[in-house]
């Protein structure tokens, strides 16, 4: 009964996407609006009822920012694409996916993710500097089994997005395209340096349709190149466009610094890369993880404040950028502070190694060992469920970064050991680096939390 009333949803839902698509005389508001009422029938009060309405505003805003933002995507992505996109993407993970996950949290008592992030492997074609994949070596792989089990195993708690990182995932890019036609109803993202995107794989990527990329970027040719190698940036402009010929959809991924959050955010950058096709851009905050960690590349208070208000800037509907832009540290507030522990994600290393967070590297579950339940039941991700939010301010989320001496404690109380293949690292010494940074932002995160 089950299987054919999701069946029954998922073709309403493909119905009314299938309508916007066609876009006839360049008017698919109907189409728009009735996919925000399946929404809302489907997820009900999973969603705040002042969202659905925020849809509706934008929907029927035909010359807003945000809806020549969408029409512009009708026009320029593959079909296939699209349409793969919003199925996977926003019916099976974000409605259907989201409905199981829920139930599964209720009866195993844990966090269970919306989302994977996954190493298929610790190599790399590339040597960037302060990269946390570095930190594990360049010999460990996760095979197309083993990957393929933990998606398994994923879709049954109700996940159906995976990320991958690495390394380079694309140096597997043979298998994510063939986990990709496996998993044909799951939506699948990776994290590039870009510099293996070819028109074949392009290609492959408009016949599966699930699969989207984030491309790897720390400024222009000179910044960029100094970390990543001579001619990688221009290697990554060709990349993306190819990309954009062959109607993909796919964005930036940034980490900004105390060295480069002005370029990073200048209109001059955000223009170039949204010229060559980016949809969307991911801005990562620096974590001086690892032993060798550059501290001096963690923002200061100053600059921290100014990303929280340039962020929103860019997305701001009046004198914003086409383009959506996401702070994976200032952005708390929409998702209730830290979303790692597998309470929204969790990562799995290239060795196994199931860990809260990308960037924390400690661990007493390996999926070659347990399964995927019994690795989001570990000591140390319990420890998280328990302990979040970590802070009441959701724009001090993290228990490093901002709240170092949460993660110690975890730690230590579980048991959980380093990750780190080549140079393990203690959660003192990994917390030490952050001790100041947390004291110098507290007094200005909650100025503007009070705000």
């Known amino acids: 009964m089950g299987k054919l009333v999701h069946q029954t949803e998922r073709a309403a839902f493909g119905k009314v996407i299938d309508s916007a698509m066609k876009r006839i005389n360049k008017d ?17 009060d999973r969603f705040r009822p002042e969202s659905y309405e925020a849809a509706r505003k934008i929907i029927r805003d035909k010359d807003g920012k945000w809806m020549s933002y969408v029409n ?3 026009d320029e992505v593959s079909p296939n694409v699209i349409r793969t996109t919003a199925m996977n993407l926003g019916f099976e993970a974000m409605l259907s996916g989201t409905k199981i996950m829920h139930e599964s949290r209720e009866k195993y008592q ?11 492997t610790s190599a790399c074609n590339l040597k960037c500097t302060g990269c946390w994949a570095a930190e594990y070596g360049h010999t460990l792989s996760l095979t197309y089994d083993e990957l393929d089990n933990i998606i398994s195993q994923g879709k049954e708690l ?86 954009k ?10 980490c900004y610094t105390s060295a480069n959050i002005d370029t990073v955010t200048s209109d001059e ?32 208070k100053e600059q921290r404040e100014y990303m929280y208000h340039r962020v929103r800037e860019i997305r701001a509907v009046e004198g914003g950028k086409p383009i959506f832009a996401f702070d994976f ?18 990562h799995i290393n290239p060795n196994g190694d199931v860990e809260p967070c990308v960037f924390i590297h400690y661990s007493s579950a390996n999926i070659k060992e347990v399964s995927l339940l019994e690795a989001l039941q570990q000591p140390l991700f319990m420890a998280y469920r328990e302990g979040q939010p970590f ?61």
């Open 269 to 300: 950058f955000l223009d170039m890369i949204i010229e060559k096709g980016c949809r969307y851009t991911w801005y990562f905050h620096y974590m001086p993880v690892g032993n060798d960690a550059a501290v001096e590349l963690l923002p200061t």
């Open 329 to 346: 540290q200032n952005d708390g507030e929409y998702v209730g502070g830290c979303i790692a522990g597998g309470r929204n994600y969790c």
């Open 391 to 451: 802070n009441e301010n959701h724009l001090r989320p993290c228990p490093m970064l901002e709240n170092p001496e949460k993660l110690m404690e975890m730690v230590r109380k579980t048991g959980a050991r380093s990750t780190d293949m080549q140079s393990p690292e203690s959660v003192e010494h990994l917390c030490g680096k952050c001790e100041l940074y947390a004291q110098e932002w507290k007094d200005k995160a909650n100025e503007l939390w009070r705000k």
């Open 28 to 44: 698919s508001e109907k189409s728009f609006l009735k996919m925000v009422d399946l929404t809302e029938s489907f997820a009900k």
């Open 110 to 120: 844990c966090n269970i993710p919306w989302l994977i992030l996954m190493d298929p």
């Open 158 to 243: 109700g996940i159906y997005f995976y990320m991958y990182t690495g390394g380079e995932p694309l140096v597997r890019k043979a298998d994510i395209i063939k986990l990709c036609e496996k998993h044909k109803e799951c939506a699948f993202h990776a994290f590039t340096n870009g510099t293996l995107v070819d028109d074949a794989f392009c290609e492959e990527m408009d016949r599966v349709g699930n699969l989207s990329l984030s491309i790897s970027l720390e400024g222009y040719e000179e910044v960029n190149d100094g970390r990543r190698g001579s001619g990688v940036f221009n290697q990554v402009m060709e990349a993306m466009d190819k990309l």
């Open 72 to 74: 512009r995507i009708l």
């Open 245 to 254: 010929a062959h109607g993909q959809i796919f964005g930036t991924s940034i």
